[in-house]
């Protein structure tokens, strides 16, 4: 499978964004889905991820109330919607993805073997 995330921009403070992760070659309904960023000098780190139904979702305590994780198979795309941003989560944004794994999620972003270009979010105060 390959991935593509976009979505990404320029946004005021307390602005939303929605990002999409799009995947072709295979199924996305396939793999658990995770969405990762990084800040320039900063290690890559866990934002949010979705089971392959759809059914568990995972969201890191710092965007919790703000961002939420989903998806929709049929259309074989993974969305993360970001609102109430803040400068802080200016970060380039990428998702990630991980097959053999059912009902579950997952943070550990050294499982992931899939991953799509980042889309750069930037949020002014």
């Known amino acids: 499978v390959q991935l593509q995330a976009f979505g990404g921009g320029l946004v005021h403070t307390v602005g939303s964004l929605r990002l999409s992760c799009a995947a072709s070659g295979r199924t996305i309904a396939e793999y658990v889905v995770g969405w990762f960023r990084q800040a320039p000098g900063k290690e890559r780190e866990f934002v949010a991820t979705?089971?392959?139904?759809?059914?568990?979702?995972d969201h890191a305590d710092f965007v919790k109330g703000r961002f939420t994780v989903s998806r929709d198979n049929a259309q074989n795309t993974v969305y993360l919607q970001l609102n109430r941003l803040k400068p802080e989560d200016t970060a380039a944004y990428y998702c990630?993805?991980?097959?053999?794994?059912?009902?579950?999620?997952?943070?550990?972003?050294?499982?992931?073997?899939?991953w799509g270009r980042g889309t750069q979010v930037t949020v002014s105060s």
């Open positions: 979705i089971s392959r139904g759809g059914t568990v979702r």
């Open positions: 990630a993805a991980i097959s053999g794994v059912t009902g579950q999620t997952i943070r550990s972003r050294d499982r992931y073997d899939v």
